[in-house]
């Protein structure tokens, strides 16, 4: 039996009643909170900031997963680190000096991911690989929930796997966009470790049984 993570994404709770969404998650089978922050400049989308997630972190125990869909990260890391967050990604598209990224952020004590939208190729990864405790699969074009999972990012996941393991890398494999309880064995199959889901779990009638089905996928 494989020891699936999950985390869903609260863009696609209620935000109006985000205390009790994170109760729910709180009470339920979920590893991770995954937090996407957008600034509208990096993607097409403006979402949540610094102030709601430290009031989420103050609300739960389990991981905070940042998800940074934003501009000039190394501007806001250490703001990050307060708020609360446990992993800080970035996006390999937004860093001109990825390196210096990666090390500031655990400089100062976060765990460490890089993510990579659809169109780029894993293989840009492997200088940096073995700094890194996370990398993300962007399997739709980061900016809004509730998107189809494009097919091609299960040959990137395997990809990903085949570098991690031809190296020294300890990072895990973590997928985001249009994850199903239909899809999530195969994305699991291709060598995911973490899965994370919006509208999958907060559009379900039982979250909390939807969270399970994902872990036992
Ligand atoms: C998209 C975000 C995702 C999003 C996933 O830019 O990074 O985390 O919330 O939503 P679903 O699971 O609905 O595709
Ligand atoms: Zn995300």
């Not at 869903?8 to 991770?32: I, Q, T």
């Not at 991911?113 to 780029?120: E, I, K, R, S, Y």
């Not at 189809?148 to 395997?158: C, N, T």
């Amino acid at each position: 039996k494989r020891n699936t993570l999950i985390a869903p994404s609260l863009l696609a709770s209620n935000f109006l009643e985000l205390g009790k969404e994170v109760d729910m998650l709180n009470r339920s089978s979920a590893d991770w909170l995954h937090l996407d922050v957008m600034d509208g400049r990096f993607v097409p989308n403006i979402s949540f900031g610094l102030p709601v997630i430290s009031h989420i972190r103050k609300a739960t125990k389990k991981i905070c997963d940042v998800h940074l869909m934003i501009e000039e990260p190394e501007k806001y890391a250490e703001d990050f680190k307060k708020a609360g967050a446990d992993i800080l990604t970035v996006h390999y598209e937004a860093c001109t000096h990825l390196h210096r990224n990666i090390q500031q952020i655990k400089g100062l004590g976060m765990k460490a991911g890089v993510a990579l939208n659809p169109h780029t190729p894993v293989h840009l990864l492997e200088n940096v690989i073995n700094d890194l405790d996370l990398v993300l699969i962007m399997s739709v074009n980061p900016g809004f929930g509730g998107q189809h999972f494009i097919p091609k990012s299960l040959e990137k996941i395997r990809q990903l796997r085949e570098l991690i393991a031809s190296s020294t890398a300890h990072a895990v494999i973590e997928v985001d966009g249009g994850i199903t309880t239909e899809n999530a064995g195969a994305i699991l199959d291709a060598g995911a470790n973490v899965l994370v889901a919006g509208s999958t779990v907060f559009s379900s009638k039982d979250p909390e049984a939807t969270i399970l089905a994902l872990k036992n996928a």
